[in-house]
């Protein structure tokens, strides 16, 4: 998965942001601080197209919460369903991927930020005054530089913010051909 910065050398960027550390032992000690260990809540996992490793990425969450003093509960559903509800603005404690990966052009990145972080968007995670500011400014300017400035901004919040937190790459091409006999 993409982190913030990934692609500074090409659309606004932070090279300075690093990928988080893994460390359970310090995310059990902030949990007891906030108060929060043991705390019980459910989240969704629903099949996806194009993603059929979906359902195993929200149990490997799951158990990383569980190692850490948390006690989630994965409920089932249809992603249409689930769709639904997101876009009607009435669900909660998602975990759902989002490939930053395949082409790091402006374009691609501003369109994938923008589904995600603008609050306007049907596909939105966030609704959040800072960064609408920010796509609101992005979408009537004309100048690529203050796009890539804008960009690097939204990116340095998002990870501030935790609103994105990579955990796994999925290596989506494949190849086939007449010496390989099945897939593994």
């Not at 409920?75 to 249409?80: C, D, G, I, P």
């Not at 997101?86 to 589904?115: E, I, M």
Request: glycine share 10%; net charge positive; with cysteine.
């Amino acid at each position: 998965a993409a982190y913030p910065g990934q692609f500074a050398g090409t659309c606004g960027g932070d090279m300075t942001l690093k990928p988080y550390p893994y460390d359970p032992e310090e995310a059990k000690r902030l949990l007891k601080a906030s108060g929060f260990a043991g705390h019980e809540f459910t989240f969704v996992s629903y099949p996806r197209r194009g993603f059929p490793e979906h359902q195993k990425v929200i149990e490997a969450v799951a158990g990383y919460w569980r190692k850490i003093g948390l006690k989630p509960k994965i409920r089932n559903a249809e992603y249409s369903t689930w769709r639904e509800k997101w876009r009607g603005r009435k669900t909660q404690n998602t975990v759902h991927g989002y490939d930053a990966s395949v082409s790091p052009g402006c374009g691609f990145l501003l369109r994938g930020l923008r589904q995600k972080l603008y609050g306007k968007s049907v596909r939105t995670v966030t609704i959040d005054p800072y960064l609408d500011e920010r796509f609101g400014k992005i979408l009537k300017s004309l100048s690529l530089a203050e796009v890539k400035k804008l960009i690097g901004e939204i990116y340095k919040y998002s990870y501030d913010q935790h609103l994105m937190v990579p955990i796994a790459e999925i290596n989506e091409l494949t190849a086939a051909n007449k010496r390989i006999p099945k897939w593994f």
